[in-house]
């Protein structure tokens, strides 16, 4: 199987050609070495990190931002969403604080700071 | 009135990162002026990721890479005056501001102009139709859900393909929303290819290229658009014109630099960039104003404006330190394929490389761009790809710099 690919890595957004062979993933038109992980990573295992917002229940309208710490596999996007939706947090909350644990692999995490 | 050697008007990644540059300058008497009730402007509410791979080497949500800065801004007790509102900017650096205590007035040694931009609104498009509730700018539908938790709709259209636009496409749908199509007026998406590929193949999304609203139906709420495509003119073509039903329609139509003050202050702008024009420290047009970020060009990426600000925060605190000497001054002039090069003025005996930042006029595969003053070529670049949605940068080195005997153009030729 051959795909052609964008990198979402970082804003270069390399074009690249992915190919799976016996010998593994080939990935051609990379700048750097992330873009052949992101491709082979694509090609096998397609992950993404997920952010969104948790409400602060002590706080009026006030949301903190959230994070999956690391990127999740793609099809269990809308899982870890509807986990994330179903909790709500206390301030004060820091950054890196676990809001989650155990999602998918790893956890997530406020990306704010809530006094 | 208060005394200060540098006045910050905008406490975004601009005013945040310029102050901490003024400041590990060696000027210390910095203060920082914001609208809002907290540091980081628009990054408080991009809660994605993609933020700081260039700058700081990692991959952060739009409030860690605020937070980062913020940290700086506090370790080195720089003032900030939160809900301080500028309103006024004169020429000899007295800034006036509205703020919980009253009005404020600062005498400045020099000021920098960090007050980002906004959004173009609906009003500026000329939409036909009804004026239904449910039509936001893409960024105002962001601040609703990210920072108040509201549902903005729940069956979208977003015109435009900016990246506030392709990242709101995103957004939607996770929280649920089902987003018919993104429409893009010219033949080309104006947002990164990254966002493209994340935000809009994820979820499978349609980008529809050369494609318009035109017009919006219902009378409450918003009940529906009608998309067309658009001829070489960007006129309607009514015989594809078709409805798509939605409650919510997005609007990602380009950003405007805010520069309300630095007009009232007479300074000199760029009908190119809607900033003001500004030498190699970003020096505008009136002495010891400077200006970077998003007032001065829309940017692509925060890592670029926190660059940008560094160099102005660095130039106002030599300004204030009576550093400045360079005199020797020529233009710089957009030529083939480039559509503007900022800064507009470059002194050629200051002694520094300097890098000069474009955008091109069109997409283009692989291209060669050509520095020159005269016959003198300064410097060249090559690149795989060139695209009006990507900044690109170019350095002159300064012993190539003090060649230059006159104007300075940037051109690009395919190759």
């Known amino acids: 199987m051959k795909r052609d690919l964008v990198c979402i890595i970082c804003p270069r957004g390399c074009r690249m050609t992915a190919e799976i062979t016996d010998s593994g993933v080939l990935v051609s038109g990379n700048a750097c070495k992330r873009g052949e992980e992101y491709a082979t990573a694509e090609m096998t295992a397609p992950k993404r990190t997920v952010t969104s917002i948790v409400r602060v229940s002590n706080r009026v309208d006030t949301m903190v931002s959230v994070k999956t710490k690391e990127p999740i596999p793609k099809e269990h996007i809308f899982d870890a969403m509807e986990k994330i939706r179903a909790v709500s947090v206390e301030a004060p909350v820091r950054i890196g604080d676990v809001i989650i644990e155990n999602l998918f692999g790893t956890c997530i995490i406020a990306t704010k700071d809530v006094k | ?415």
């Open chain 2, 1 to 415: 009135m208060q005394k200060h050697d540098i006045v910050i008007i905008g406490a975004g990644p601009a005013g945040m990162a310029a102050a901490v540059a003024a400041y590990d300058s060696g000027v210390k008497d910095v203060v920082l002026l914001d609208r809002e009730q907290d540091m980081g402007g628009i990054l408080r509410q991009c809660i994605h990721n993609g933020f700081g791979l260039h700058k700081l080497g990692t991959e952060l949500t739009g409030p860690e890479y605020a937070a980062h800065y913020k940290q700086m801004v506090s370790d080195r007790g720089i003032k900030v005056y939160y809900e301080a509102t500028v309103t006024g900017l004169t020429p000899d650096k007295i800034v006036t501001a509205q703020s919980r205590e009253g009005i404020l007035k600062f005498e400045a040694k020099a000021v920098i102009l960090a007050m980002g931009c906004r959004e173009r609104s609906r009003g500026a498009l000329n939409i036909s139709g009804t004026r239904p509730a449910g039509v936001y700018s893409a960024g105002t539908a962001q601040k609703l859900m990210n920072m108040e938790g509201y549902r903005v709709g729940k069956k979208a259209v977003i015109l435009g393909s900016g990246d506030i636009g392709l990242i709101m496409a995103r957004r939607m749908s996770l929280e649920g929303a089902k987003v018919e199509a993104v429409c893009e007026i010219m033949s080309y998406s104006g947002g990164l290819m990254r966002n493209i590929v994340q935000c809009l193949e994820d979820y499978d999304i349609p980008l529809y290229l050369s494609t318009t609203v035109a017009e919006i139906h219902g009378k409450d709420r918003l009940e529906g658009v009608t998309i067309a495509k658009v001829d070489e003119n960007m006129r309607v073509i009514d015989s594809t014109r078709r409805y798509i039903e939605c409650d919510t329609l997005l609007l990602s139509v380009g950003l405007i630099p805010e520069n309300e003050l630095t007009k009232s202050a007479g300074i000199k702008m760029s009908p190119l960039t809607n900033g003001a024009l500004v030498d190699e420290n970003r020096e505008t047009s009136v002495e010891g104003i400077f200006a970077c970020g998003n007032v001065l060009q829309v940017h692509d990426l925060v890592d670029y404006v926190s660059d940008e600000a560094e160099i102005a925060g660095i130039g106002a605190a030599n300004y204030v330190k009576g550093l400045k000497t360079a005199k020797k001054a020529v233009g710089t002039v957009a030529g083939n394929g480039v559509r503007y090069v900022l800064p507009q003025v470059v002194h050629t005996d200051s002694g520094e490389d300097i890098a000069l930042f474009m955008r091109v006029v069109k997409p283009y595969g692989k291209v060669k761009f050509t520095v020159s003053s005269g016959n003198n070529v300064l410097a060249t670049a090559t690149r795989l790809k060139a695209a009006p949605g990507e900044m690109e940068k170019i350095v002159v080195k300064k012993d190539k710099l003090i060649e230059a005997n006159g104007d300075i153009t940037v051109a690009l030729e395919e190759i």
